[in-house]
């Protein structure tokens, strides 16, 4: 609940709006000021009675019988002295310039504000209120209502003259009246009417609901929402009443239009005024309340709340206490509310004070926010309607936010916010910096600082940095790879990182930074020797980068150490920048590390180190025998005396076995694989490698008396070597391990010989039969005999011009035509002929004679 209270201010300045419930988490809907200036001075002297609004201006009138206009701002800009007693009522036309005013002692006048001419008159009663017809100032509109003890009509005719017409009487005394369109409603004691003036009909009765209070003390309170819609606030009940077009079929005797009640509901409040906002309601409310002490009531400050209607009940969505002046003597009748047409503007009028309320702006969201220390949104709704606001600046409301956090102690979220709120102002960053500094949370700040094209002073960044140096290594060296070089004085970092290394030499933190300030520095050197001191990873990242091969000719036993593959592919990725034998010659001493790196080298291409591969012999019998038997079968650069003798020596008979069958020595090598290896199926697989049959005989040979090898031989031999021949050399009465086995495999492979050269043997004949009857039906075809062809051997045309002559052509189904005469004799096979340019090249079929005569 907003309350209006009065200060000791200028007039003019706006009143301060307190709460009863202040620390409520609901903002208010409206806010209030006084209506001062001029109006002040008016009500030292006087009291306000009525006062009517136009969207040009005000019309206030007083307990003296006068009516001021007064601006917006309550300055005074014309007086009426009308009465020496109360005004009771002002209405105005739509274009604001015509204006009726009605009086306690009976007085109404009708008039132009910027002519004098109109309607005067004395009644000898009081009238209670006066209504203008909206469109009056238009000629044919000039009509006006008086209420008092009757409702009157006055409508002036042709002849300038007014004419008036009772429209009701005889139910007490018209205390309000409100003229919409073609719609006069009015309240009596008995309850509301509405007369349309169009059709000259009373559409309505919609009586009172409370008929123990007084009239005179809780007058009825009536405004139109639209020209349809009226809302009647009378006592403690709210009715809101919707003008319909009757059906015309059921018409008969009764009106065009009817009322209907679309709803209805009781209040815990009397009603002072009401007013439309959109689908809601604004009400005035009159309070009383017990006191603690005595059991009676007294009058309380006035409340403005904001309702939202249903069908038989109301939600409260704001309610505002009042402190308006003198409210402890006011009673429900001294209270008016007007409004502003179309414009969320209410005018609370009160004998000695006037309020305006008016619906919150962005910038009074804003303040209550900030009050309420709802920094975030305070900054959010600044940014979204900074173009709106008129007292507030966003980053003003930015830096009160970092305030806040900072005195919370939230300074994480601070230096978070730090980049949204001093955006690209360097001069608010330096000074926000040096905040963090006293608190000691440089910390917390300086991953957040501008690092872009828009950049701090180096001094700020060097500030951080040692802040860092003295307390956390860790978080020193985070900052040096995020931070570009270029925002410090780079040799002043590195003189400090020095400093610190003379105390803490094998740091590996420190050291692994003073690497990375080199490598921006260009001292690529000295970073490259740290980062190999230390094993760092990046140290191949960095040689690739700055091309620094140059500086580790010297160093590769030290790359190697450190990680043998990476090293070796980048030496072999840049033979170019390091020699082979640049290599080599620095492993030397490593054999090793020679012997990975030329095995690679081998890899890659067996020819590039073949200078190497009589070394690499050794290499690979020391560290890699494995990889031996493959290197001696892929190199043909390695001098196989040489690899043999080493072979022999170190007693590697597969190696041996390989050299003995490369250098021709077949024998020897099969000797080998039976006598040391003792193995038939290498000893079959190395005979069928090499397809000898002097080889094959010697394994029989060898086999001949070792069971275990025939089966192995029976098993293996049947597509290479005629079975027969082992199976003869058998001795009479040798036991043989799974003999029959053995013999039934033969067999089967026997079988499977025959049954394949079988089926080859009909695929061969099938297809020769195919080719046989394809070439048939070829050499069986038509040759194409005309003009345009000539005989191969005179090279005349074939056919004689004259057609009636006999000839003779012979064709050969090869296509060659030849005149008779000019074939040669016949071959040596009688009725044989072949063609002769085939017969030259090759004589097959195709080149036969195909005889034409004619």
């Known amino acids: 609940m907003a309350e209006v209270q009065e200060k000791d201010k200028k007039p003019s300045e706006e009143c301060t709006d307190e709460s009863e419930e202040e620390d409520s988490e609901e903002e208010a809907k409206l806010k209030y000021e006084r209506l001062s200036n001029g109006v002040t001075d008016i009500l030292k002297n006087d009291a306000a009675s009525c006062m009517t609004v136009h969207d040009k201006f005000l019309a206030l009138g007083t307990h003296f019988g006068k009516v001021y206009l007064l601006d917006i701002q309550g300055n005074v800009t014309q007086k009426f002295v009308i009465s020496s007693v109360k005004i009771n009522q002002i209405s105005l036309d739509e274009s604001g310039d015509h204006v009726g005013i009605c009086s306690e002692d009976g007085k109404v006048q009708v008039f132009g504000l910027y002519t004098r001419e109109g309607f005067h008159e004395n009644f000898d009663c009081p009238v209670k209120v006066v209504a203008l017809h909206p469109q009056f100032s238009r000629s044919n509109y000039k009509q006006f209502v008086t209420g008092g003890n009757k409702l009157l009509l006055y409508e002036r005719n042709w002849l300038n003259r007014w004419k008036t017409v009772v429209l009701h009487e005889g139910e007490g005394t018209i205390t309000n ?30 009586l009172r609901d409370n008929v123990s209070l007084r009239p005179d003390m809780y007058p009825c309170s009536l405004c139109w929402k639209d020209n349809t819609t009226l809302i009647v606030g009378w006592g403690t009940s709210i009715k809101i009443c919707a003008v319909k077009e009757r059906n015309p079929t059921e018409m008969r005797d009764l009106p065009s239009r009817y009322v209907e009640i679309v709803s209805a509901f009781e209040t815990e409040f009397f009603i002072s005024g009401l007013a439309p906002l959109v689908d809601q309601l604004v009400v005035l409310s009159f309070v009383k309340e017990n006191t603690e002490q005595m059991d009676e009531e007294v009058r309380a400050r006035p409340r403005l709340d904001i309702i939202q209607p249903v069908p038989e009940n109301y939600e409260e969505i704001s309610s505002d206490a009042l402190t308006v002046r003198n409210f402890e003597d006011n009673e429900c009748r001294d209270y008016r509310l007007a409004h502003a047409e179309g414009e969320p503007l209410f005018y609370i009028i009160s004998p000695k004070d006037i309020v305006v309320a008016k619906e919150r702006d962005q910038d009074d969201h804003i303040d209550w926010l900030l009050v309420k220390e709802k920094y975030e949104e305070a900054l959010m709704a600044a940014e979204i309607s900074f173009k709106n606001i008129k007292r507030h600046d966003v980053q003003k409301i930015g830096m009160a936010f970092l305030t806040h956090l900072l005195k919370k102690g939230e300074y994480e979220v601070a230096a978070r916010k730090c980049q949204k709120v001093l955006g690209k102002n360097m001069e608010l960053w330096e000074n926000e910096v040096y905040r963090f500094k006293e608190i000691g949370q440089l910390k917390a700040i300086s991953q957040y600082l501008p690092r872009g094209d828009l950049r701090l002073r180096p001094a700020i960044y060097e500030m951080i940095l040692h802040e860092f140096l003295k307390t956390d290594y860790e978080g ?27 105390r803490d030499p094998s740091n590996s933190t420190l050291l692994t930074t003073l690497a990375e300030l080199y490598t921006y520095d260009q001292r690529y050197d000295k970073a490259l020797e740290i980062y190999l001191r230390l094993r760092h990873k990046d140290v191949y990242q960095l040689i690739h980068k700055h091309n620094l091969f140059s500086s580790i000719e010297d160093k590769i036993v030290l790359l190697m150490d450190f990680d043998k593959e990476k090293a070796v592919d980048m030496l072999l990725d840049n033979e170019d920048k390091i020699s082979i034998d640049r290599v080599v010659e620095e492993l030397a001493g490593r054999p090793e590390l020679l012997h990975v790196y030329l095995h690679k080298l081998f890899k890659r291409d067996h020819h590039k180190g073949q200078k190497y591969h009589e070394r690499q012999i050794g290499l690979y019998a020391e560290y890699d025998r494995p990889n031996l038997l493959p290197f001696l079968r892929d190199s043909t650069h390695c001098p196989l005396e040489k690899a043999l003798e080493i072979c022999q020596q170190r007693n590697f008979v597969e190696e041996t076995v390989f050299l003995l069958s490369r250098m021709g020595n077949c024998r020897r090598a099969l000797q080998m694989i039976m006598e040391e290896l003792g193995d038939v199926d290498k000893a079959i697989e190395f005979a069928k490698e090499q397809d000898d049959g002097e080889l094959w005989d010697d394994l029989i040979s060898y086999s001949i008396d070792k069971p275990p090898f025939i089966t192995g031989l029976l098993n293996n031999i049947g597509t290479h070597v005629d079975p027969i021949l082992l199976i003869n050399r058998i001795k009479e009465g040798m036991e043989i391990p799974n003999l029959r086995d053995s013999l039934v495999k033969i067999l089967h492979d026997y079988n499977l010989q025959i049954l394949l050269r079988e089926g080859c043997k009909k695929i061969l004949v099938a297809d020769s039969l195919s080719l046989l009857q394809k070439m048939h039906r070829t050499q069986m075809r038509g040759v194409r005999v005309n003009e345009d062809s000539i005989c191969e051997s005179c090279h005349a045309a074939i056919l004689p011009s004259e057609m009636s002559k006999s000839f003779s052509v012979v064709v050969f189904h ?4 030849f005149h008779k005469e000019c074939l040669p004799s016949q071959g040596t096979i009688p009725g044989l002929q072949f063609c002769n340019i085939c017969s030259a090249k090759r004589r097959g079929p195709g080149s036969g004679i195909l005889e034409m005569k004619k």
Request: with cysteine.
């Open 177 to 206: 009246i409100q003229w919409r369109a073609n719609l006069i409603a009015w309240a009596n004691n008995v309850g509301v009417k509405i007369y349309d003036i169009s059709t000259k009909q009373r559409i309505t009765n919609v």
């Open 476 to 502: 020193f060296a985070t900052l040096i790879r995020e931070w570009p070089g270029e925002l410090y004085n780079n040799m002043a970092i590195v003189q400090a990182v020095n400093d610190h290394l003379k």
């Open 814 to 817: 090869c296509r060659h035509m």
